[in-house]
């Protein structure tokens, strides 16, 4: 159920979005509280929480302002349930990141100090919460009270003790402080009023990512590398190299003990999880090989082993023997594109970002999702044209299939040239050959029954079913075609720099009029209710007018309330206009370009397209927050009060039944 709530204009937008999935994502951080809720951080700042030792996920709250924040590490105050604080850097090297904190289990996080810094690690001490310890990238800070205030105790501006991965307190002694960096680790016994270099036994130049301290025996240590898994049985003096994993899965990114039985020991590595049951003598792997593990924790009350992985959250009842998805509720998957059936606004594809290229589908509006068949090499974006699904290729090219997806075919793409032969006769004569090409497919449209494609290599266009494009347009339309678009009669051509229009299905193009000082071209709409008019996205923003006879000055930019930044291509529905910008935020304008408002998304990544749901309903895909669906217009809205130009009207938006 999501509750949403929109004031137009002049007001504001206040609502929830509800996800709709894939469920699944990469997880970065977990943690356990005391309490029993479970946490999980990602790598855009979201937090999620599991109330019920990780079977079900709902988001929290979100650390900073700022979408590439990675919460690289999660820690529950030991002393106060619902107090955590989250490491964070951001991935804008510039940006740096922070520590933060929450007093509320994870609902609101404020900065708590190291501002500017990227922390890559945090940990907190056993006998006092109020001692934290950060590693960051110029070094070690601590704090003795709680993040009020820090101090740096690694020499500032050392060229080894910098770049940390990790970090360790003694459970006895607080001045005893373990760091973990790029190159080797280190130990201070006083504080930080020196270190000690402590690689002896290590192979050179390991990336310390984890550090762990027996529970039962403080002096001995393991450390997780990008060279291995050690154990030192003397406080980091010496090290020994742990046999049994495979060196392709080594680059292991935590190491745990077992709370309950401590000479049992878990390495989540790129190539599954590792089990020890003898202190790290043998190891055996508990999950597939492509399993890439992130984060592991356990479930205090539940007994559960949770495996963050690349893909979701994976759960054990039986200390590893067996695990099952646990990611119900934990939609954060990475998607590069999406399409929505014309007759079946319920039957959706997504394309997931990955070197698979997954293609997954919902028939019933997000409800529930399938693997579905997907073309020969990996899908990158998917468009539907009548009942035609069309995936772009990874590499390029494009397949195309029915709507049921049952079986791709390749789209072939001929490059015709001109070649010279020599007859018999002595007498030079021309021919035409054939070349296939791959070309980056960026964009979709269709005219009649003849289908075009914008790509990296010109427009091509061919018969809907015939399975073979050519080049059009060629004469006058070269090298990267940014978008195409058809109003049904017209056919528009977006590059760079120029517009092109065919009124007879691409065997002529005339080059139209396009605004001064704006940028690069992006997309090109057009808009219904005014035959003529176009909407064209640039990099300097939207800009709205009629090409076929408007000099570049005649085009109007689109400012109340819409930044002049780049935007994906707009949806233009029955008295509503909807675009993605590059900001992350969605903007609607119910007057036709004249105001716009933004649709708060502070709980959702940053938006990247949007197709219409149904009447009043979009969908919104997210950089990292999956498909989500928003009810802009309730069905007793829909007809008197959008359109209306009415200031003071008010839309209640209602709650999502379907």
């Known amino acids: 159920m ?20 894939p469920e699944g994502g990469q997880v970065i951080s977990l943690a356990t509280a005391d309490s029993g809720e479970i946490f999980l951080g990602t790598a855009d700042g979201h937090v999620f929480a599991s109330a019920d030792g990780g079977t079900s996920w709902a988001v929290r709250g979100h650390v900073g302002q700022r979408w590439d924040a990675v919460v690289q590490a999660l820690v529950a105050d030991s002393a106060e349930p ?110 930080g009023q020196h270190w000690t270099a402590i690689g002896a036994g290590m192979i050179d130049d390991s990336d310390i990512m984890s550090l762990a301290i027996d529970r039962s025996n403080p002096v001995k240590i393991f450390a997780s590398a990008c060279s291995g898994i050690y154990r030192s049985e003397n406080g980091g003096e010496q090290w020994t190299k742990l046999q049994g994993i495979p060196y392709a899965s080594r680059r292991t990114q935590q190491i745990l003990q077992d709370p309950e039985n401590l000479g049992v020991w878990f390495a989540g590595t790129t190539e599954g999880l590792w089990k020890s049951a003898d202190g790290g003598e043998n190891w055996e792997r508990q999950t597939e090989r492509d399993v890439a593990v992130n984060a592991i924790a356990f479930a205090n009350r539940e007994a559960r082993l949770l495996v963050g992985t690349d893909e979701g959250v994976r759960a054990s009842a039986n200390g590893g023997k067996s695990f099952i998805a646990s990611e119900a509720g934990f939609s954060h998957r990475v998607l590069s594109g999406f399409a929505v059936a014309e007759e079946d606004r319920d039957h959706v594809l997504v394309v997931e970002e990955s070197g ?63 070649v010279r032969k020599q007859p018999v006769s002595g007498k030079r ?85 396009v605004p001064d000082g704006a940028g690069n071209l992006l997309w090109l709409r057009t808009d219904a209710t005014q035959s003529m008019r176009v909407l064209l996205g640039t990099q300097s923003g939207i800009f709205a007018g009629d090409p076929s006879v408007a000099g570049s000055h005649l085009w109007r930019l689109a400012q109340a309330g819409l930044p002049a930044i780049a935007t994906e291509p707009a949806l233009l529905l029955d008295g509503l206009w909807v675009v993605p910008a590059s900001n992350g935020a969605v903007y609607v304008s119910r007057d036709e370009g ?65």
């Open 2 to 21: 999501a509750m949403l709530l929109v004031c137009w204009p002049g007001g504001s937008f206040a609502q929830t979005w509800k996800r709709l999935g």
């Open 82 to 191: 619902k107090k955590m604080f989250a490491a964070v850097w951001n991935q804008d090297p510039a940006a740096g990141g922070g520590v933060y904190w929450s007093t509320d289990a994870g609902a609101t996080w404020q900065q708590r100090g190291l501002e500017g810094e990227a922390v890559r690690a945090l940990a907190q001490w056993r006998r006092d919460s109020k001692v934290l310890v950060a590693g960051t990238k110029s070094g070690v800070f601590r704090s003795p009270d709680g993040g009020e205030t820090w101090k740096r105790i690694s020499p500032e501006g050392d060229e080894e003790l910098k770049n940390l991965d990790s970090v360790a307190i003694d459970p006895q002694d607080l001045n005893v402080i373990y760091a973990g960096t790029y190159h080797l680790p280190w130990k201070t016994t006083d504080g």
């Open 356 to 418: 698979s290229g997954k293609i997954l589908e919902s028939k019933n509006g997000g409800k529930n999702w399938r693997e579905t068949k997907a073309p020969k090499g990996a899908a990158v974006r998917v468009f539907v044209i009548g009942d035609l699904w069309i995936a772009s290729l990874r590499g390029g090219g494009a397949a195309y299939s029915d709507s049921k997806g049952q079986r791709w075919r390749d789209l072939r793409f001929l490059a015709r040239t001109a």
């Open 429 to 513: 004569t021309a021919a035409l050959a054939d070349r296939l090409v791959k070309p980056e497919v960026l964009a979709v449209t269709a005219v009649d029954e003849t289908l075009l494609l914008a790509t990296d290599e010109g427009l091509w266009g061919g018969r809907i079913r015939e399975g073979v494009v050519w080049r059009m347009g060629e004469q006058s339309i070269g090298g990267r075609v940014q978008d195409v678009w058809s109003d049904g009669k017209r056919i528009f051509a977006t590059t760079g720099s120029a517009v092109f229009e065919s009124g007879d299905v691409g065997k002529r193009w005339a080059s139209l009029g």
């Open 594 to 658: 004249k105001d716009w408002e933004r649709l708060p998304n502070e709980s959702v990544g940053a938006a990247v397209d949007v197709r219409e749901a149904g009447p009043g309903r979009i969908y919104v895909l997210t950089k990292s927050d999956g498909l989500q669906k928003v009810v802009l217009v309730p069905e007793t809205a829909r007809n008197s009060q959008i359109g209306t130009g009415s200031s003071s009207s008010l839309v209640k938006l209602y709650k999502e039944r379907r």
